[in-house]
């Protein structure tokens, strides 16, 4: 069986099917969003192998590749959807969102973090990493950036407090997040001007559910609402 390493510098997508790395067809739209999910894992699990066999320039590419074509598979599968065009009323999102939950830091989607040598599954791991880099906590940090599922690496690191440059971090990670998924970058290009606003219980980070819109709410909002300024 081809090493990881050499599926990502082949340039071609390959996904595990039946306990085996196969070259995906061309029409991979409606493959499972399993099969996806089980190979995004793969590739996040031994990352030390394809981070020593690959250049950044190939693991970038091959991600890339990866993300349009899962994502797209979401889209088609009715998993996400884009938001209405021309319509400026606030996009509330958050993971349990079926509609714009890629808004949300729990998307799964790969990220290839160069500065840090890391590939993480969705941006709460990384940003639970940053955390733990903070305050000195090295111990879970290659654990939440291997963890697949985004609930769980949150869960890990809820007892580490807010660094304070938080908001930076998160922007930077945001501007992976959204660079390194071509279908991503063409949803948040889509959503014109409206404003986008976390609908969660966190009163930082979000909205509080709607109940709080202040200069110190919506951090994560208004950081989508910069990356998208950007593109």
Known sequence: MASLGSIVNSGKLHLVQHEKWV?????????????????????????????????????????????????????AQNKISASPKGNNKPIQFSSFSK???????????????????????HVEGGYVAFKAEQAEESEFIEGVIQEFDPA???????????????IDEMYRLEVLKFAQNPVLTNLLKNSGTAPLEEYTSDSFWGTAHGTIRSDESNQLG??????????
């Open 23 to 75: 070259v995906a067809p061309k029409e991979t739209n409606k493959i499972s969003l399993d099969v996806f999910a089980r190979s995004a894992q793969e590739l996040v699990s031994h990352q030390s192998e394809i981070l020593s066999a690959a250049s950044p320039a190939q693991i970038l590419q091959y991600i890339q590749l990866f993300n349009t074509a899962w994502t797209t598979a979401k889209l």
């Open 99 to 121: 509609q714009y939950s890629w808004l949300s830091n729990f998307f799964q989607t790969l990220i290839f973090d160069e500065s840090k040598g890391r590939i993480l599954s």
């Open 152 to 166: 769980t690496a949150k869960a890990i690191g809820s007892h580490v407090e807010r660094p304070k440059t938080a």
């Open 222 to 231: 208004r950081i989508l609402e910069l990356v998208r300024a950007t593109l």
